[in-house]
């Protein structure tokens, strides 16, 4: 989430006016994210963002907000499109495909503990389990194929050391892949980062408010989505280790909702590998290869590529450290 398109008041009055939402009492500009450009809009009738995307396409875009729609109709704490008069989701503005969505309430939880770890293991498992009768399909575009296409062009910009490793971790992925595709799947989130999830209450009783920015969600292996969050919510963020006790916790809660199959547990450690390589190689990418934007932090790729030698030395079985 970056501004890489501008919006002015007349243009998102505009389509506040074609969604019924009221008038336009601020609209901000969020700097946090690289991806698409996306606005706090207060208005009379409440709080939403505003998201312009600057990568997805027209055809791609009804996957996403179609999945919020559906889990947000089924009591999923994720944020619900803002339809117009005929049903849409999808609109454009200032030439680009456009959503409004409602602004969640709460904070994010940056330094998270076995308690936050808990609720969100729980809400991924009921997440998926929600999304499993989704009509649509589109598969995880920041997936295998996407490495093979991305390694060649970020390592000219690389030391021979990161070179060395790009190269590695794709062939082990590349094995890994026909194991991986028989996993239980469906549409994951792929990006539930601490900065995608809201809490709300008093500090130590905090209670999970919901998931947002499903715009790298995909088909996917429902255990590469639970690897993903374990990669973040359940690191040491200096050195990449993973944290035993939070992982297990989260796992735990996890399979309290939907119990891992033993094909799961078995290519956990390949998968906790392979959510590192995802981003490390958009974070190279990124990185090295950025867009102009008025707003734009692009993230620093070595904290993935630390996690993935972590990962590669000491793999992680959680039924070792479950109860």
């Known amino acids: 989430m970056a501004v890489f398109t501008d919006v002015t008041s007349d243009q998102a009055q505009a389509l506040l006016d074609a969604l019924s939402l009221g008038e336009l009492q601020s609209l901000q500009g969020i700097s946090a994210g690289i991806e698409n450009t996306n606005y706090f809009v207060t208005t009379a009738r409440g709080e939403y963002v505003l998201t312009l995307f600057e990568r997805l396409s027209f055809e791609q875009l009804p996957f996403y907000l179609e999945l919020m729609r559906h889990l947000a109709a089924k009591g999923l704490p994720v944020p619900a499109p803002q339809p117009d008069a005929q049903g849409c989701i999808l609109h454009r503005l200032n030439g680009k495909p456009a959503a409004v969505v409602n602004k969640l309430r709460g904070g994010h939880q940056l330094a998270p ?16 389990l929600a999304g499993q009768d989704f009509p649509m399909h589109q598969d ?38 026909p194991a991986a595709a028989l996993l239980p799947r469906g549409p994951v989130h792929a990006d539930l980062f601490r900065d995608n999830v809201m809490f709300e209450g008093l500090p130590g ?26 990669n973040d919510w359940c690191v040491d963020l200096d050195s990449g280790r993973l944290d035993e006790q939070r ?28 959510a590192a390589m995802r981003f490390w190689v958009s974070r190279l990418w990124d990185f090295h290869l ?20 972590e990962r590669i030395a000491t793999p992680w079985h959680a039924l070792e450290s479950l109860p």
């Not at 808990?118 to 998926?128: K, P, T």
């Not at 920015?213 to 690897?227: R, T």
């Not at 735990?252 to 956990?268: I, Q």
């Not at 008025?294 to 790729?301: A, F, Q, R, V």
């Open 247 to 274: 992982a297990a916790a989260f796992v735990a809660a996890y399979e309290a909702v939907r119990p891992l199959s033993g094909a799961e547990h078995r290519l956990l450690p390949g998968l906790l590998r392979a």
């Open 205 to 230: 009783r905090e209670q999970l408010s919901g998931f947002f920015d499903f715009y790298f969600a995909g088909v996917d292996s429902f255990l590469f989505d639970l690897c993903v969050c374990l």
């Open 140 to 177: 995880n575009l920041r997936g295998l194929a996407w490495w093979r296409e991305t390694v060649p062009v970020v390592l000219p910009h690389v030391s021979p050391q990161e070179a060395d490793l790009l190269r590695s971790e794709l062939a082990f992925q590349e094995q890994l892949g």
């Open 113 to 128: 503990d076995q308690f936050h770890c808990e609720q969100v293991g729980a809400g991924l498992a009921r997440m998926h």
């Open 290 to 309: 950025p867009r102009e934007a008025s707003l734009l932090k692009p993230h620093d790729p070595t904290h993935f590529e630390r996690i993935l030698r």
